[in-house]
């Protein structure tokens, strides 16, 4: 995978940070690691020393008009992947399983484009099933054919 627009150092943002009333526009790195087969797409720090990371994104640290929140979910189906979504039943009501688990409030993406703003996509790797984020539309696929699928664009990142 291609390495991500860079920022600032990782600060990590908790649940608590997030909703403690931080300014609208203060954010802080959302990362993404893979450690050869899975992803992990946090603010927090990594999940173990065998993850190396491939890329990091601002994200808002507090709710600001136009804005939703991106909460981190563990599929209850596929074993270690982790992902990003909207919805804090980590869409269980259109998994198969129905068993996904919420881990936490990651922080906030503006809904729509706007001027200095990027957009940044959830994409799957069906064959590790595994779930990442990427800012390229095609999600990295290298070979362009390869079987990466962008699933949707999360949001939008200040830029």
């Known amino acids: 995978m291609a390495a991500l ?9 908790s649940a608590g940070a997030a909703e403690a009333g931080a300014t609208a526009s203060a954010s802080v790195p959302l990362v993404r ?3 050869g087969r899975k992803h992990w797409s946090t603010t927090e720090s ?7 990371e491939e890329g990091r994104v601002p994200i808002l640290t507090t709710r ?3 804005t939703r929140a991106v909460y981190s979910c563990m599929s209850g189906s596929q074993p270690r992947d982790q992902y990003l979504s909207h919805f ?8 198969d399983t129905g068993d996904n688990v919420l881990l936490g409030l ?5 809904s729509q484009p706007g001027p200095n703003r990027k957009p940044i996509y959830r994409c799957y790797v069906p064959h590790t099933r595994s779930h990442f984020f990427s800012v390229k539309s095609d999600c990295e696929a290298n070979p362009p054919t390869s079987p990466v699928k962008a699933e949707f664009v999360l949001g939008y ?3």
């Open 5 to 13: 627009l860079l920022v600032a150092p990782v600060l990590g943002i």
């Open 33 to 35: 690691y893979f450690d």
């Open 46 to 52: 990594k999940p173990n020393a065998k993850y190396r």
């Open 64 to 66: 600001a008009p136009g």
């Open 88 to 95: 804090t039943d980590c869409e269980n009501s259109v998994s």
């Open 106 to 110: 990651e922080g906030y993406l503006y």
């Open 157 to 159: 990142f200040p830029t």
